[in-house]
């Protein structure tokens, strides 16, 4: 019997401290719910000063970037646990098209969210890959860049299969929108029970009005000065009706290629800083520079052309999420000028005329530093300016 009693308490233990992992977890989600707003200003604040350290990247640059990519992905772990408190939460808040778009294909599809989850992951962790790969060789550093660009190219065209050939977006997981006062709400519903009105404060006393039958208080109307935001705030528009489906429409023949080409080109533009690497003229020759950018362009004017021929009304009939995942691409074509070839032939030059003026001189020599820092950055690494 000694044994037994034994073996159950062994058991009983064991037990028990296989079930305070899920504990500890939930308390630290209902901790994150419970201060959303709190732990974006320090995350905010966490990247902001890794982004103006002194020094930050030449000679300590893998230590830093870990503190960078553990920020980034301690942030993607905080959004899925206030996506899933607002979930159960009582707000009426309009979502934004992006949201309710991948929110839709992350909660009807699990292969999209893995997939979605595990891109973010190696968008987040690139470049401290490509640090850690570079201390093993030139050679090595790009087979790395060139196997985490093919794996993305791979998620990315498995994401536009299972989304029915619609477009990507960037970030394919929903953004973060925080609503202190929905996951107040919440919180005060658990606490009370569902359905029943939390005791109010004496502010929300003097100024909302309870309802005799229910017992609920009506929202109170902001000050006079913001009341044309807040009724625009609470205004449906086309988009805010359509189905989540519908906020992307499908692309078929040239805009599917479009789509596609768009994909691979990281991958392309990648192999070929690889080739040329290895000539005398390395990062300076245009070969790589011109053959990326014209594959990106040509991608873009390609889909542009399909959707004049096949949409109604062309460009003009784009809904609001299609123009905005339009006007970021467009925006991504900048960053052509602080890579290969144009960065090192063109944009440095620049760069060093602007930190030279503003050398020794009061402020203005903290922002010239922080600059040449990110220079090292530029100079070194092909992630640092990667924007799939």
Request: include cysteine; aromatic fraction near 10%.
């Amino acid at each position: 019997m000694g044994a037994i009693d034994l073996y159950r308490q062994a058991s009983g233990r064991t037990s028990e401290a296989l079930s305070m992992p899920p504990k500890w977890l939930n308390m630290y989600g209902d901790f994150i719910a419970k201060n959303a707003s709190a732990v974006s200003q320090i995350e905010s604040a966490l990247r902001s000063l890794i982004y103006i350290i002194p020094g930050r990247f030449r000679e300590s640059e893998i230590a830093s970037e870990s503190l960078h990519t553990s920020v980034q992905l301690l942030s993607l772990y905080h959004d899925s646990l206030l996506s899933r408190a607002l979930a159960h939460s009582l707000s009426k808040r309009h979502p934004s098209p992006h949201n309710r778009y991948t929110r839709f294909w992350t909660q009807n599809s699990p292969t999209y969210k893995r997939l979605a989850v595990t891109l973010q992951m190696i968008q987040y962790t690139e470049l401290l890959l490509e640090m850690t790969a570079k201390r093993r060789g030139e050679k090595t550093r790009w087979r790395a860049v060139v196997l985490l660009e093919a794996t993305k190219a791979l998620c990315r065209l498995l994401l536009l299969r299972l989304t029915n050939s619609r477009p990507l977006l960037s970030p394919p997981l929903p953004e973060r929108e925080i609503d202190p006062a929905a996951l107040e709400e919440r919180d005060s519903s658990n606490d009370s029970g569902y359905g029943t009105a939390s005791p109010p404060s004496e502010h929300s006393a003097e100024t909302a009005w309870t309802m005799p039958r229910t017992g609920l208080s009506l929202p109170t109307l902001p000050d006079s000065a913001d009341i044309s935001s807040y009724l625009l705030s609470k205004v449906l528009t086309a988009d805010d009706i359509k189905p989540p489906k519908a906020l992307l429409h499908r692309v078929t023949g040239k805009g599917e290629l479009a789509e596609v080409v768009y994909i691979l080109r990281p991958v392309v533009y990648a192999l070929a800083m690889q080739y040329w690497s290895r000539s005398p003229e390395g990062r300076k020759s245009w070969q790589p520079w011109l053959l990326g950018l014209s594959i990106e362009y040509g991608a873009r004017q390609l889909a542009k052309r399909d959707l004049q021929e096949r949409r109604a009304g062309g460009l003009r009939g784009l809904t609001g999420l299609e123009k905005e995942e339009l006007r970021k691409r467009g925006w991504g074509l900048g960053w052509w000028v602080m890579r290969g070839a144009f960065y090192e032939n063109v944009t440095k030059t620049w760069i060093h005329s602007i930190t030279g003026t503003l050398r020794n001189k009061p402020l203005l020599d903290m922002v010239g530093g922080i600059v040449e820092d990110y220079e090292f950055l530029w100079d070194q690494y092909y992630f640092s300016t990667a924007t799939l």
